[in-house]
């Protein structure tokens, strides 16, 4: 049985195989995706974004049980910006997940930056598919931070959950810049602690200044993940955005949106490699930048002259 | 006199204005640009990145401080990836500069992430040019946060600045992902709460996990900045690491870095500019998303299918 089918049946470690050729950025990748595409679209996709610490590993670990729960299977991917030189610190995040390691219903997969020129969106995209195409119900993204590719990745979700803790003072603010906009759903998690009335309060204030362009009415809710407090209603909150969705032809909508923003990163990427080799290939790259550093010419007039050699 | 002239004079209206053309996509800030390039490259430029709520607008301020008694102009660069919905927030955190306001050695300009697809890196690298041609002796460049683009950014400084506070517990794990290599110095702000010492000692366990490719040992400091604690002796090393690379022909180094970034984040820009907009004259774009939401075809077919009518 050929890579695709064992994909498509849902073989974990088919799955796991092309998830690496993807991160690799091998070509072969490329022709599996392509067959696998028309198999994807049906898996529901939940995006979790919040601030370094905030929890949002332990509340993925908290949604992916409670979907269990209902028999649903769930997909995780963890969209870390890391390099060879830490992914210790990673791998240690992970272990938290670890008791639903024997469970055949989840899988769980940590995306790093590998180089440092773009592509993290695009493989994160093309790892989402994999799992769709594998029969996956539930795709949760977990990104760390408040990086705008990490806010696009989060916002091509059909649910986006923002997450917040209570007692970061300047926090607030700084999720409220980037993020505010995009969460469907906000949980203020470690609620146990002091300040969590006041975070809920000022996020509402917030939501009360704009205004939800689909219909929707972003909901806040608490929650102490470690202790499992509130993840029962989040999963439901989860569930009722989902069951919105459906009924407007949100869904439908989503799935555009996220459809322009998977092509667009993936055109972005191509095109950038395309001309770029082409530059490097004849040589002029090394030179270019040299007369750039030295202001012999500027960045624009350089790009000017690659895009007229291209013949664009 | 012109608006080139005027700003290479150090004109604050002038830059200002420049800075909104180019934050806005305006098609004559690229003329501007150009001719302003070849007066840039004097400046030293400084990245500071930490996650929100690290303090790192008021060590800013510190640093400023710092420079001006030396005698140096500073210009500061606040990347805030955020949305007309949330610029309320940013406005309030800028408050903090505000001393610095009568003074005409320091100019101080935040950065808006506007549409939602990218060209934030490339307005910021262009912020910087103007700074730099308008013949300020420092460049910080503040971000908030680890993503991808947010650490490029930083990377791309002469001395990059990495800020993390005591008793995040996870978040020094967070903080190791992604940024950990690219600190050239290390803070501790916040020393005065607990756990200083264990974070200090986290940061250089991990840094001597890795090893420095250029020779210099990076600098783990303490700092209380809203007291000014720690911020002559960060000013101090960061004139260190000004002559380390002075020495060594790093700079020069530093400055072949930072052309081939701002080449590529332009490049890729205005490629992707180029080749969309050709797509979406001919009435195409829409259906070719419609094709892919409705997996008639996949994104990756979809993409050569473009290049090749762009004749790439």
Known sequence: ???????????????????????????????????????TGRAYVIGVTGPPGSGKSTLTDGITEELRRR????????VDPTSPFTGGAILADRIRMQRHSLDSGVFIRSMATRGHLGGLARATNDVVDVLDAGGKDYIIIETVGVGQDEIEIVRSAHTSIVVAVPGMGDDIQAIKAGVMEIGDLFVVNKADRDGADKAIMEIEM????????????PKVLKTVAVKGEGVAELAQAILEHQAFLQQRDGRRQKGKERSYW??????????????????????????????????????????????KKAGL
Chains 1, 2 share one sequence.
């Open 71 to 78: 028999g649903k299977t769930v997909g995780v991917v963890a």
């Open 262 to 307: 998977v092509f667009f990163e993936l055109l972005q990427e191509r095109l950038t490699t395309r001309v770029l080799e082409g530059v490097a290939s004849n040589g002029t790259l090394d030179g270019l930048i040299e007369r750039i550093a030295a202001r012999e010419t500027d960045p624009y007039s350089a790009v000017e002259e690659v895009l």
């Open 1 to 39: 049985m050929d890579q695709v089918q064992k994909i498509l049946q849902g073989d974990p470690r088919a799955a796991a195989r092309l998830m690496t050729m993807i991160e690799n950025g091998s070509p072969e990748s490329i022709t599996l995706l392509k067959s696998l595409y028309r198999h």
């Open 206 to 217: 917030t939501l009360h200044l704009g205004k939800g362009t689909d219909g929707w009415r």
